[in-house]
């Protein structure tokens, strides 16, 4: 079974400040999908950003990127020019690429409380 | 954009009543899935369904619990006889297809057992 480590269970970031929010993962898969998700205090699941793992380049949306080290099984997530609206719980999570609608269910982190400072 | 929308927000019920949490999901989605969080844990996956029949569950997901799609639209997870521990936050979630990696969140059922 796989799972997603969360190592950091709180970080703080000054606002306009960088912080980068830190996942791991055990799968003894070599296709899948890893994710970012964004929970603010409404606990909205809202999708931050998603890497496939055949794809080498790092994902970027905005300003949130990935660092997503394939063989290490480790991938972060990077907020630059952090905002107020940013503090939130932030998830990682794992997905198969394998067939058949029961492999598309995620298996989460326990997740990252983010405060951002002004 | 379409979105997955759950009904309702906040669910109150007494220990040992029957409750039903309800999903629509965006329309021409094919795979759905209940997930809880109980407050201050992980997300953790419960069941997900897809061809109108359970493709794989959790052992979280055991006989108190059942999903159905009665009419096309509607998803549901009904908890036959609540108890304390049931208290969380149920999302649903639905995918397109296989070719689609991103699944869509509902805004959540809170659901507070009493």
């Known amino acids: 079974a796989q799972t997603v480590t969360q190592s950091q269970p709180e970080m703080s970031v000054q606002e306009a400040e960088t912080v980068t929010l830190s996942c791991t993962y055990d799968t003894s898969e070599s296709d899948y999908y890893l994710f970012w998700y964004k929970q603010p205090p409404s606990r909205q699941m809202i999708l931050v950003i998603r890497?496939?793992?055949?794809?080498?380049q790092n994902a970027t949306e905005n300003r949130f990127s990935v660092n997503f080290q394939k063989a290490a099984k480790s991938f972060s997530l990077k907020i630059s020019d952090s905002q107020l609206g940013d503090a939130a719980m932030y998830f990682c999570?794992?997905?198969?690429?394998?067939?058949?609608?029961?492999?598309?269910?995620?298996?989460f982190g326990k997740g990252t409380l983010l405060t951002v400072n002004p | 954009e379409p979105e997955v929308t759950q009904t309702p927000s906040h669910q109150v019920t007494q220990m040992g009543q029957e409750v039903i949490l309800r999903c629509v999901p965006i329309s021409n989605h094919l795979y759905f899935y209940w997930y809880r969080q109980i407050l201050g844990q992980k997300v953790e996956f419960l069941v997900s369904f897809y061809n109108n029949e359970i493709s794989e569950k959790s052992e979280i997901f055991d006989d108190q619990f059942s999903v159905e799609r009665p009419d096309g639209s509607n998803f549901t997870l009904k908890i036959r006889s609540t108890k304390l521990e049931d208290s969380a936050m149920y999302f649903c979630a639905s995918n397109p297809n296989r070719a689609n990696t991103e699944a869509f969140f509902g805004q959540g059922t809170r659901l507070t057992v009493v």
């Open positions: 890497q496939e793992a055949y794809k080498q």
């Open positions: 999570a794992y997905r198969s690429a394998g067939s058949g609608g029961s492999n598309y269910k995620l298996t």
